[in-house]
Structures are given as C-alpha cells and as structure tokens.
C-alpha cells in the first residue's frame, strides 16, 4: 500500500510534470510562509512556473521597446495564467486550497501601487532558481532575466528545499548603465531586501508611460534584460 505522504509527493511532481508538458520551461517549491500577507497565511508552499522568453525577440530590443516584444509578453503572460490555473484546479481537486497569482499585475489599493498580491520572485528565489539582478528581475542561472514567472499559492505540502541562491551579478553594471530610466541603484540583491534598494518602480513606469504609450498600455521596455550576460546566447 502506498502511503499517504509519497502519494502526495507523486501527485506534486506528476503536477510539475504535467506543467511542464504544457509549456512551462521549469518548476520549482518553496514554503513562503513566513513572506505572505496576512490574508494569504494559509497558503504558505508555492508552486513556482517559469516561462523561456524569446532570445530572437529578445534580441531585437535597441534603445527602446519593440510592438514585437510588447505582444509577446503579453502573450507569454496569458499562458502562465492559463497554466498556473490549470494547476490550481488540478489541486482544489485532491481537496486543497489554492490561487493562482496572476502573471502580471498590479494591486493600486496597498501603499505600493506597483506591488502585485505576491510577489513570484520571492517564490522563485525560495525555491532556489535564481536570485533577483541589479535590474530588479528574477535571474536564472540558465536562462538569465528571459523569463516570466508565476505562482500556486497551496495549503498542499509540496517537497521543498528553500536553498537560497547568492546573487550572480558580482561587479556587472550593464543593465544599470543602460537603463534609460536611470531607475536602477546598482546594489545587488540579497535575501529579505526591500524592492526600492534595487530599483525605483516608479521612475520605470512613469518613463514608459511618458515615451512609450504608443506601444501600448502598460508597455515594458525590455533593454535590462537583452543586456544581461545572463542568457544570452555564445
């Protein structure tokens, strides 16, 4: 007879797995418990799913956004909220609580009015799949900053590690140099650090709004990822 606690961790990497053949590059767990809101406490493991950018549609990115790049993160966003959705149906049906943090959004009612309900880089570096650049984005080892993130906040136990990875940005200024923005400090990330040590949210999205709304709205400009070393191809 198969115990309760490895069936539970079949189902998780089945889930992953499945994720994963829908279209998510990787997966990885974390317990958050101790970086969630008040209202989201019982939902301390996080089901982390990263999506592959473009590196071609990266690569296009000069001085400015493109209509190409503003498309495809849209788009890529769309499928991370269709998968992290299947995902949390597939677990409300073993009988747990979960919610599926939307890709990409703002809460305009808290003090931040740039912050999402959860942040996924928090999720992701938990997990152990990168750290947070100078540019303020999520970093993977693998994959650099061409990636997009989701979240499966769950009361379901899930096999976690919670191996923090130490930042991988040394003396590298290249996305602080090149934002047009001038909203990147040059401090790296360390664990618990609040957003604004990074990057100023406000001064990145005032500019895109005042230079780029023709692209369309809520467009995002795309320079600090194509000059990370961090995936770009050899």
């Avoid at 490895?6 to 990787?26: C, H, P, R, S």
């Amino acid at each position: 007879m198969i115990s309760y606690e490895v069936a539970y961790m079949n189902f998780a990497e089945e889930l992953q797995q499945k994720l994963i053949d829908l279209g998510a590059t990787f997966t990885g767990c974390s317990n958050v418990e101790n970086a969630l809101p008040e209202s989201l406490k019982p939902l301390k493991y996080a089901l982390t799913v990263g999506v592959r950018l473009s590196d071609f549609i990266i690569d296009q990115i000069t001085d400015k956004p493109t209509f190409t790049y503003f498309h495809h993160y849209r788009t890529v966003n769309t499928l991370i909220d269709q998968l992290t959705l299947r995902g949390m149906l597939l677990i409300q049906e073993k009988g747990y609580y979960a919610v599926a943090v939307p890709a990409s959004q703002t809460v305009n009612d808290v003090e931040d009015s740039y912050s999402a309900i959860f942040p996924h880089k928090t999720a992701a570096t938990m997990a152990g799949l990168g750290w947070i650049g100078k540019n303020g984005l999520f970093v993977s080892p693998k994959y650099g900053p061409r990636v997009r993130l989701g979240t499966i906040l769950t009361n379901m136990e899930l096999p976690v590690d919670n191996n923090t990875v130490e930042t991988g940005c040394g003396e590298c200024r290249r996305c602080v140099d090149s934002c047009p923005a001038m909203a990147l400090t040059g401090n790296c990330w360390e664990r618990g650090c609040e957003r604004s040590r990074i990057v100023d949210a406000k001064a990145c999205s005032e500019y895109m709004k005042s230079n780029f709304k023709h692209i369309g709205r809520g467009s995002v400009c795309g320079i600090c990822i194509r000059v990370c070393p961090y995936g770009i191809r050899k």
